[in-house]
């Protein structure tokens, strides 16, 4: 067999939205990327959402949004991709980073705390492989911190405590205590990427709880000036007779999402219940599979989340970095595609110029150095879910015996 690990899943159904949209003579940012901001709007119960061309981008554009910059603190996870923790030193902010939890992928909320200080603006959490973080034990935190906040915008006096900017990139419809991930942030960001749950092939969003003191029309027009080059009109509203002026009101940046894209993520909307389904489907399979092995795999559901089986990822008891390589490329040998998430950013020459050090984040090493990620997308068929599940166990079980 030949498995890929991440393909996207389209039908005649995106391809006919796009087709639609290529005959409609308006391929840019117009009414279905509008469509779209409602939907998912609607679907994970905020306040606002636009759509842009990436999670990161939308990660950024609320940090600018909440006038973060020069001489403030950002912390995010040491177990993450470079996304969470790029954009805080794009904007010109410190990146602080913190450790898991031992044998956890989440980040350890005691170190967390101990990070926080009056230059600490904001707070970009991770779900990952669609797992929410515990956001009741974040807020806690930030709410018994308030007293060292000192706001430096109009938006952080408003919101009057550290911000938090969730990376839900993995995280489209998964659950926390029965509640959307993106209910629980100030601001959630989501990535629409080929390899997500959900996809526009390039894309993303970023998502809004309402703020006292400003209006979310007037959020919606910032983050439009924010991401379009501060120009007051978009491309839709020029081309009414008579609209052609405009103004340019900063000197932004261009992170639109075109209606060409949106219109893939219009389709997978009305199929999105039942890819998540096929994917806990195949979840159920692995884990009933793994029971009584030396492979552990991320709890996707618990009496407090449930996740929408972005990721499926594995630890095998025991081995160290180099055992766990081996075993990839024996199920490359055999034609299954796996992967690892994620390297610490500490290991990564960028953050290792910035002082990083991995000794300095022991937890997230030890989960890397023996994690396996499974191929888990909905194009999978049973009987290539029961060949990844028996070449892994024999391989395992080849090398660690």
Not at 154 to 179: C, F, M, P, W
Not at 211 to 228: F, V, W
Not at 231 to 242: E, F, H, M
Request: charged residues 25%; negative net charge; contains cysteine.
């Amino acid at each position: 067999m030949n498995i890929p690990f991440s393909p996207p899943d389209i039908t005649q159904l995106e391809i006919d939205e796009v087709v639609d949209t290529l005959k409609s003579g308006w391929i840019t940012t117009g009414n279905k990327t509008k469509k779209l901001e409602k939907l998912i709007t609607d679907y994970i119960n905020v306040d606002g959402t636009i759509c842009l061309n990436s999670a990161t981008a939308a990660m950024e554009t609320a940090l600018r949004f909440l006038g973060i910059g020069e001489g403030d603190e950002v912390i995010t996870s040491a177990y993450t991709y470079t996304a969470s923790a790029s954009v805080i030193d794009h904007v010109g902010a410190k990146i602080v980073l913190v450790d898991t939890l031992e044998d956890s992928f989440m980040m350890d909320y005691n170190k967390l705390n101990s990070l926080i200080n009056e230059k600490t603006k904001a707070i970009i959490p991770v779900d990952i492989a669609g797992v929410p973080v515990d956001y009741d034990k974040l807020k806690e935190i930030i709410l018994n911190n308030k007293d060292k906040f000192k706001p430096n915008s109009e938006i952080q006096k408003l919101i009057g405590r550290i911000a938090i900017v969730s990376d839900n990139a993995h995280s489209l419809g998964s659950t926390y205590k029965n509640r959307k991930t993106g209910e629980d942030s100030d601001f959630s960001n989501f990535s629409f990427h080929a390899v997500k749950n959900f996809t526009t092939g390039e894309g993303g969003a970023l998502s809004w709880k309402s703020i006292d003191g400003i209006s979310d029309e007037e959020i919606y027009k910032r983050l439009q000036l924010l991401t379009l080059h501060g120009q007051n009109k978009d491309a839709l509203s020029k081309t009414k007779l008579g609209s052609w002026e405009y103004d340019i009101i900063g000197l932004n940046y261009k992170y639109n999402m075109p209606d060409i894209t949106a219109a893939i993520g219009l389709a997978q909307f009305k199929r999105y219940d039942g890819l998540l389904k096929r994917r806990k489907e195949i979840i159920k399979y692995y884990d009933d599979s793994f029971k009584n092995t030396s492979i552990e795999p991320l709890k996707h559901c618990s009496d407090k989340y449930n996740s929408n089986g972005h990721l499926y990822l594995t630890r095998v008891k025991g081995i160290a970095e180099t055992e766990r390589n081996k075993i990839i490329e024996k199920l490359a040998e055999r034609g299954i595609a796996s992967n690892v998430h994620y390297k610490p950013l500490p290991m990564l020459t960028a953050y290792k110029n910035l002082g990083f050090k991995i000794e300095d984040f022991p937890n997230a090493y030890n989960q890397y150095k023996n994690e396996i990620t499974l191929p888990l997308h909905t194009l999978l068929s049973d009987e290539e879910v029961e060949y990844i599940v028996d070449n892994y166990k024999e391989i395992v079980n080849e090398l660690t015996r």
